[in-house]
Every structure is written in C-alpha cells, then in structure tokens.
C-alpha cells in the first residue's frame, strides 16, 4: 500500500493548482483518503478527505470553499483543486489513509500510511 503526492509548485497569490495522489495497492472505493498539510513551525493539519465508500467529503475551515477533493473513476487517484490560494496556504502537503476498509470521512481516525509530501509555496 502505497501513495505518492505529486503536483506542488509556486504559485502567485489567488492562483490555483491541482495535487494528485496516486494510490497503488487500494483503491479509493473501499476507502478514505486525507489531504493534511504541515506549514513551517506549525503541527500538520489535516484539510480534507474524500471516501470512496459513501462519497462523503469533509473540508477544514481554513480551506472550505476554495479547495476541491475528488477521485477519478477507477479509484487509483485522488485529487485536490486548490483555488484562490493564500500565502498562508504554504506547507508541504501530504495524502494518506487509515487504511481501514468501509471508512466514511466522519469515522476517519488516525492515519496509517502516508505518502511522501509535495511543497506548496504561495507567494503575496
């Protein structure tokens, strides 16, 4: 059970990107999957989750509105729109899943695999 981010870069303030999380040894249709995120000197902060069991999502306040989870139809790869970003949006971004078979979103607790980060770094 794997899962890779890819997709970060620098971006001006009020621009977008789109990460990616490609899953391999699951699919997202038994499961959930997290976007976290960790900004320098600050505890990771978990920002989103989709779960393929129900479809359910959730978002933290802090990106509620300008971020998007989803997944692609086969399940392998989980994506999250970032729009209208903020400097304070700046962090390594992680995806990750407690692995655990027919998690909703709400039920999600703590994390078992984590994938190796990708910097976003939002410029004013």
């Known amino acids: 059970v794997q899962l890779q981010a890819s997709g970060g870069g620098l971006v001006q303030a009020g621009g977008s990107l789109r990460l990616s999380c490609a899953l391999s040894g699951f699919t997202l249709h038994y499961y959930a999957v997290v976007w976290s995120r960790q900004a320098p000197g600050k505890e990771r902060e978990r920002i989103s989750c989709i779960s393929g069991v129900d479809g359910s999502t959730y978002y933290a306040d802090s990106v509620k509105g300008r971020f998007t989870i989803s997944g692609d139809n086969a399940g392998k790869t989980v994506y999250l729109q970032m729009n209208s970003l903020k400097p304070e949006d700046t962090a390594v971004y992680f995806c990750?899943?407690?692995?655990?078979?027919?998690?909703?979103?709400?039920?999600?607790?703590?994390?078992?695999?984590w994938g190796e980060g990708t910097q976003v770094t939002v410029s004013s």
């Open positions: 990750a899943t407690d692995y655990m078979v027919g998690r909703t979103c709400p039920g999600v607790r703590r994390m078992s695999k």
